[in-house]
């Protein structure tokens, strides 16, 4: 069987509408969504309906929940706390009621175990990134002992693809686009953002995983980043400085963080409305 797997779609239709025709071409058989359907982008109705009518797999993720009012914006950016707000303004009872349904953890025929963030906490695993090895240890432990037997755990929240094995008690980050997976090995694997880059490569991201084969393949695909962009600098969510172009900007905030000065070009620019630089 094989798995379309995205995640972090934060309202970019334009992204979403690219992964989902990509996704008819490969002929997968399910799709499963790791959460934050929502937030920073403008078109967070129309989303979730795609999602709904391709009859999805969804797990919720942390914007998603703070949307519905389970959990709060604290520890969210002032960009990422105004979408959230300008975000339960604009969906209607029923969009606010199907996020609201969505679990925090979900598994798919033994094969996979779909989660946003981690594996491991049973409270506040929507919060919880996998960006360091102890972390990581922790929800691979977690998928040792999960009762649905998969070997495999799905996760998003950090926005960038990777593919972990554990085996023989040491972990391993593996390389390529298309991965052969190990029977006797136990997995952790991201497949990116969809819609909410977090680095240089602006593409939407998602994964494919054949359950019958045992094999990963990493795919990124491009869309129509400048009608998104407009959509959302319309809505008033673009962080600053979101006209230059993402690479220039990217290497403009790695710069200031090599000289010490990002924090305080933080608080320079940072507007009368809460607004900040952002990466993204």
């Known amino acids: 069987m094989k798995f379309a797997i995205l995640s972090d779609i934060h309202a970019n239709l334009e992204a979403l ?5 990509r996704i008819d071409q490969e002929g997968a058989d399910r799709i499963v969504c790791l959460g934050d359907v929502v937030g920073y982008n403008a078109d967070p109705s129309d989303c979730i309906r795609l ?4 009859n999805a797999l969804c797990v919720a993720g942390n914007h998603d929940r703070a949307v519905t009012g389970q959990i709060t914006t ?6 990422a706390a105004r979408a959230v707000g300008w975000t339960g303004r604009r969906l209607d009872a029923e969009d606010i009621g199907w996020l609201a349904g969505l679990p925090l953890k ?6 996979i175990v779909a989660v946003h963030g981690a594996l491991h906490p049973d409270v506040g695993c929507e919060i919880v ?9 922790l929800s691979f432990e977690a998928l040792a002992a999960h009762p649905s037997g998969a070997r495999v755990c799905v996760f998003g929240h950090t926005h960038r693809q990777g593919v972990y094995e554990w085996r023989d008690g040491k972990e391993r980050a593996l390389s390529g686009d298309d991965i052969d997976l190990r029977r006797d090995a136990l997995y952790l694997i991201n497949p990116g953002t969809v819609g909410e880059p977090r680095g240089r490569d602006w593409r939407a991201a998602y994964l494919i995983f054949d ?7 990493l795919r990124r695909v ?6 998104a962009l407009a959509k959302t600098r319309r809505a008033g969510l673009a962080p600053r400085f979101s006209q230059v172009p993402a690479p220039i900007r990217w290497k403009l905030i790695q710069g200031m963080r090599a000289l010490g000065i990002y924090d305080l070009a933080k608080r320079l620019t940072r507007p009368r409305s809460g607004g900040r630089i952002d990466a993204t």
Request: hydrophobic letters at 30%; charged letters at 40%.
């Open 17 to 21: 509408r690219a992964v989902l025709d």
């Open 51 to 54: 999602l709904r009518e391709r």
């Open 74 to 79: 604290e520890g969210f950016s002032s960009i």
């Open 106 to 111: 979900a598994e798919a025929g033994g094969q």
């Open 129 to 137: 990134r996998l960006d360091n090895e102890e972390r990581r240890r």
């Open 211 to 217: 359950s019958e084969r045992h094999s990963v393949a």
């Open 222 to 227: 491009p869309y129509d980043r400048a009608a």
